[in-house]
T-cell receptor
């Protein structure tokens, strides 16, 4: 089974509107972390936001927020007030486990977001 | 401060040749990771270093792949007898400590094996 599933290969949004990128995950661990990265056409993976499995509040970083629904095992990224520069691939990733095993990231296949003017 | 840097940014080689890809992590980061990203896919874990030692190389696809980090800073990923299937973007990341820390990625090396 896929550990990280991103069901939207591509998404379109109008500039200044909000958009939600979906991510569901599969783990039997109680302790895990969820990440979102942005990858522009230049190729670099840019860290956006992190949510720990024990965090009670949804994470927010500027225009990015993570809609964490633990029971549904979903960690959707919400981008508010989209900008043209937000056009990129977006990857959801998970780090499972505690202690010494808690370092590998498992990524989804990504969602290509296009922001239209 | 400076981010993770990787050289070369692009590498074109012929099948059967040997290549080395270099990663310079963020200063002070003890943990270093290599991932491989094939076209249309998310990155996949290859190997993780804590300091100078490879703590987990379970993601290396076969024994043609090897990586070192002799002084606990710069790392080199080495691929022997390259095959066309090795063509991908090789991403390096580092974090301050291995656990519970965000991994920061470099720009990657695009490897093309002809």
């Amino acid at each position: 089974a896929q550990k990280i599933t991103q069901t939207q290969p591509g998404m379109f949004v109008q500039e200044k509107e909000a958009v939600t990128l979906d991510c569901t995950y599969d783990t039997s661990d109680q302790s895990y972390g969820l990440f979102w990265y942005k990858q522009p056409s230049s190729g670099e993976m840019i860290f956006l936001i992190y949510q720990g499995s024990y965090d009670e509040q949804n994470a927010t970083e500027g225009r990015y927020s993570l809609n964490f629904q633990k029971a549904r095992k979903s960690a959707n990224l919400v981008i508010s007030a989209s900008q043209l520069g937000d056009s990129a691939m977006y990857f959801c990733a998970m780090r499972e486990g505690r202690g010494g095993s808690n370092y590998k990231l498992t990524f989804g296949k990504g969602t290509l977001l296009t922001v239209n003017p | 401060g400076a981010g993770v840097s990787q050289t070369p940014s692009n590498k074109v080689t012929e099948k059967g040749k040997y290549v080395e890809l270099r990663c310079d992590p963020i200063s002070g980061h003890t943990a270093l990771y290599w991932y491989r990203q094939s076209l249309g896919q998310g990155p996949e874990f290859l190997i993780y270093f804590q300091g100078t030692g490879a703590a987990d190389d379970s993601g290396l696809p076969n024994d043609r792949f090897f990586a070192v980090r002799p002084e606990g800073s710069v790392s080199t990923l080495k691929i022997q007898r390259t095959e066309r299937g090795d063509s991908a973007v090789y991403l390096c990341a580092s974090s301050l400590t291995p656990t519970g820390e965000t991994q920061y990625f470099g720009p990657g090396t695009r490897l093309l094996v002809l």
